[in-house]
């Protein structure tokens, strides 16, 4: 109900335009609820989703593997939270195009390998500024 007044009262706010692009990435977030959700740290639920992966509130801008309720990281992404990925546009789309490649070059460990079987080639910098969203 709450949602569903707080979308209201956002259409009713933004121009056509920029409603257009926020459905997208909104759409998109179809091919990453089986496995994430995304949740305030009061616990109220933005996007409803699996829990075998990182909680994805306020991804822009966080540390890799900075999710505190995530136990399972690979050493992988731990290593990479470790040399300084932050999750900014530029790197989610990167990851998103091609996790394994993403991660093996930013750490520079050839043999590396991730936990995220999914890959998004379009739409990820749209669904980057959905998150950004959905988190302020
Ligand atoms: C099949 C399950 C699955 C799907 C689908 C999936 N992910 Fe993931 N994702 C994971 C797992 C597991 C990890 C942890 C990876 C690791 O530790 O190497 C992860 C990690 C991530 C991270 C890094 C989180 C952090 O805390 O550093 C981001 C960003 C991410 N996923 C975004 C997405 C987006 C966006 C989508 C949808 C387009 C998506 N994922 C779809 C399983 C999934």
């Known amino acids: 109900m709450k949602r569903t007044v707080q979308t209201a009262l956002l259409g009713a706010l933004l121009m056509i335009p920029a409603q257009h ?14 496995c994430h959700m995304v949740a305030a740290p009061d616990g109220t639920v933005l996007e409803r989703g699996g829990r075998s992966a990182p909680n994805l509130y306020g991804i822009a ?3 890799a593997a900075s999710d505190p309720g995530f136990r ?3 050493d992988l992404m ?34 590396g390998r991730g936990h995220m ?5 379009e739409g990820a910098g749209e669904l980057f500024d959905y998150l950004e969203g959905l988190s302020r």
């Not at 926020?22 to 759409?27: N, P, V």
């Not at 530029?90 to 394994?100: K, P, V």
Request: with cysteine; glycine share 10%; hydrophobic share 35%.
């Open 21 to 34: 692009a926020m459905g997208a990435g909104q759409e998109l977030w179809r091919e990453c609820r089986v």
């Open 61 to 63: 801008g966080r540390p």
């Open 72 to 74: 399972r990281y690979s």
């Open 78 to 111: 731990q290593s990479a939270g470790r040399a300084g990925l932050v999750w900014t546009r530029e790197n989610f789309i990167a990851y998103l195009r091609d996790t394994n490649e993403f991660m093996r070059r930013y750490t520079g460990d050839p043999d």
């Open 117 to 121: 079987n999914a890959s998004l080639a």
